[in-house]
C-alpha cells in the first residue's frame, strides 16, 4: 500500500524527470553530427535542430515514463498527461508569439512536432495498454460465452435436437459443414 502511493507520488515527477534524463542523448547526438563530415540534415544552427528534436522526443517520452511509473490505470494516467502538456505546449505557443520569443525557430513547427510527440505516445498507450486489455476481457467473455453456447448446443445435439442447435449456432447451418461433423460425429 505505501509503495502504491509513493509510486502515485513519483508520477509528475519521476516523469519530468526522465524528460531531463533523456534530453542528454539528444544534445550528444546533435553536437556529433556536427562533427560528421557527411551531414544527413544541415542547420545553421546546431540548436535549431536540437529544439526540434526536443519538441518532439519530449512529449513521448514524457508520456511513456508517465505510464511506467503510474502502478494502475496506466491508459487514464497517459491521457491526462497528453491533454494537460498539450494545453502547456498552447500556453506556451501563445506567450512566445505575444512576447516574441521564438528565436530558435518557428514555433508553429515546434507545436507540429509536439502534436507529433503525443500522437506517438497515444498509439503507444493504446497498444500497450488498452487494446491489450480489451481484448484480453473480450477473449474472456467470449470463452465464458463459448463454454456456455458450446455446452447447451452439445446437449441438444445429443436430444436430437438440429433445429434448436442451429438457432443457437448459425455457423452449423453455413458452410459445407453438415450438423454432425462439427462435434466429431457423422451427420445424416
Known sequence: ?????????????????????????????????????????????????????YA???????????????????????????VLSLILALVGLVYSKQNNLATYSAPEITLLLNIAGYTVGCIYIYNKYWS???????????????????CEIRDRYRQADYTKAIELDRTLAQGSFNRGFAYGKKGE
Open 1 to 53: 500500500m505505501v509503495i502504491t502511493i509513493l509510486r502515485w507520488m513519483a508520477v509528475l515527477p519521476g516523469a519530468i524527470l526522465f524528460v531531463f534524463i533523456s534530453n542528454f542523448p539528444i544534445h550528444w547526438i546533435v553536437v556529433l553530427q556536427e562533427y560528421i563530415p557527411d551531414k544527413i540534415i544541415t542547420f545553421d544552427n546546431p540548436a535549431q535542430l536540437e529544439y526540434l528534436l
Open 56 to 82: 518532439f522526443f519530449n512529449p513521448f517520452i514524457l508520456i511513456m515514463s508517465a505510464t511506467f511509473i503510474a502502478p494502475s490505470k496506466k491508459f487514464w494516467v497517459g491521457l491526462l498527461f497528453i
Open 132 to 150: 491489450s486489455k480489451m481484448q484480453a476481457t473480450m477473449d474472456e467473455e467470449a470463452g465464458e460465452r463459448g463454454r456456455f453456447l458450446g
